[in-house]
């Protein structure tokens, strides 16, 4: 661990493995070494990374209930407290998709006040980075072209487990919260303004912070080192917590700005498994297929959990194995955009997503091990925090960040089993990136943002 005179700049929870990778994408893509824990890790393997200024940990509280994270979050958050960084942040995904009964914010947000004994959690969403805006409390996300409210999008509004249909975050919380909610809005983003929120709060609460461009980011910035720095250390939000204080810490001096990445050039060939439902890696993977070479293997998610699920996994790895020998990258995917979604029938039994996406991780896992990859991708956010735990990898760091498509970027596997350690990987959330992503990571370049 880094010495106590020099903590760490900042610790988080992603509540699921490809905001994770956000994260730590943002971070090291400024000069922040981090490193991205797929369990708590032990002594020996903190010590491995101990040049690292911020660490995280990838969770998948996204699809769990309330009775999971009490339960699960308050050890994590106490393990994350012992590390006394300057930050502590629980992430959550920018479209802020969450309910009452699955992915509850307002829920652990709660949890974590308690864990770090503070009154006022900050809380930060908007990250135009990733195209995603608050004004006046309400949540707006690009798509394709255009930017919708997020009650309006044409991918969150529809999601097929949490569908968002507030655009207010205030109210979007208080169903999940009897916590209350503040307002640091676009005309309030000033020492006095948020004082003035501050001491309209009885007791515990959360503060919300406006962000819908660069000079609401970087006021909210300086205002979450204020916060940390009087003792709401604990935060939540989109990774708009990083961009903004990375602005703050780099006026301070403490981060000195982009980091240079080299490109790891092309893969002879990749694997990719998607179990997302999304129209953008329905456009992405019909790309891969139709234009850039891959063979799609379609693969049926109800018969992966039925009785057939064994016999039927080993036809898949035996079509992506004959592609692959043939020297060509492969798509596994169990649907086709959200006219293929079989949620509906994949959730008359408890479990069977999580199971879905861990069955998606043994094929995966599989053709890495049978064709030796050194480079594959897995879509779908809670697709990715229960495949990836299937690869027997212990920690990520960032490989290559995306600038066109931050939030995806490719990473390097570390762990004990030699066939995934230094594997090349990338976590792709279901609407994020362009239509030629998968030929991208195969390729291995970055595209500078526009």
């Not at 912070?209 to 916060?227: E, I, M, N, S, Y």
């Not at 169990?334 to 997503?353: C, N, Q």
Request: glycine content about 10%; proline content about 6%.
């Amino acid at each position: 661990m880094p010495d106590m005179a020099d903590p760490l700049f900042l610790s988080y929870y992603g509540d699921d493995f490809t905001g994770s990778t956000d994260v730590m994408e943002a971070l090291a893509s400024r000069g922040v070494e981090t490193v991205l824990f797929l369990r708590v890790p032990d002594d020996a393997l903190l010590q491995r990374f101990a040049h690292c200024r911020a660490i995280g940990l990838a969770g998948t509280s996204r699809s769990e209930t309330p009775d999971w994270m009490d339960a699960q979050l308050r050890p994590v958050f106490e393990w994350l407290k012992a590390r006394q960084a300057m930050v502590c942040h629980y992430k959550v995904c920018s479209t802020f998709d969450s309910a009452p009964a699955v992915g509850n914010i307002g829920r652990a947000i709660e949890i974590g006040l308690d864990v770090f004994r503070q009154d006022v959690a900050p809380l930060v969403v908007g990250a135009p980075q990733l195209r995603r805006y608050t004004a006046f409390g309400h949540l707006f996300a690009g798509y394709q072209n255009d930017v919708f409210r997020i009650d309006r999008h044409p991918v969150m509004s529809r999601h097929p487990v949490t569908p968002m249909n507030e655009a207010d975050l205030t109210l979007h919380l208080r169903r999940q919260t009897d916590l209350p909610v503040a307002l640091a809005d676009l005309t309030s983003l000033t020492d006095a303004g948020v004082d003035a929120r501050l001491a309209a709060m009885t007791g515990k609460g959360i503060l919300m912070l406006d962000v819908d461009g660069p000079d609401t980011q970087k006021a909210a910035g300086v205002q979450l080192l204020r916060l940390a720095e009087r003792g709401s250390r604990f935060m939540a939000g989109s990774s708009g917590i990083e961009y903004a204080l990375l602005q703050a810490w780099q006026t301070e001096g403490r981060v000195e700005g982009k980091r240079h990445f080299p490109s790891p050039g092309p893969a002879d060939r990749i694997a990719v498994v998607s179990g997302s439902v999304s129209p953008t890696t329905e456009r992405q993977i019909r790309q891969a297929t139709g234009f850039d070479g891959f063979d799609g293997v379609p693969l049926d998610p109800l018969e992966l959990l039925g009785e057939n699920g064994e016999p039927a996994m080993r036809r898949a790895i035996e079509a992506a194995e004959a592609g692959l020998a043939a020297g060509r990258s492969v798509i596994l995917h169990t649907a086709l955009g959200p006219g293929a979604d079989r949620g509906s029938e994949i959730d008359r039994v408890a479990g069977s997503r999580h199971r879905l996406g861990q069955m998606l991780g043994r094929i995966l896992l599989q053709l890495i091990e049978t064709q030796t990859l050194s480079r594959a991708v897995i879509a779908g956010g809670d697709t990715s925090s229960h495949a990836l735990g299937a690869l027997k990898v212990d920690a990520l760091t960032t490989l290559l960040p995306l600038p066109e498509t931050p939030g995806s970027p490719l990473c390097t596997a570390h762990g004990l089993h030699a066939p995934t350690n230094g594997l090349q990987i990338a976590l792709k959330g279901g609407q994020v990136g362009r239509d030629g992503y998968f030929a991208q990571i195969r390729d291995g370049h970055a595209i500078a943002a526009g």
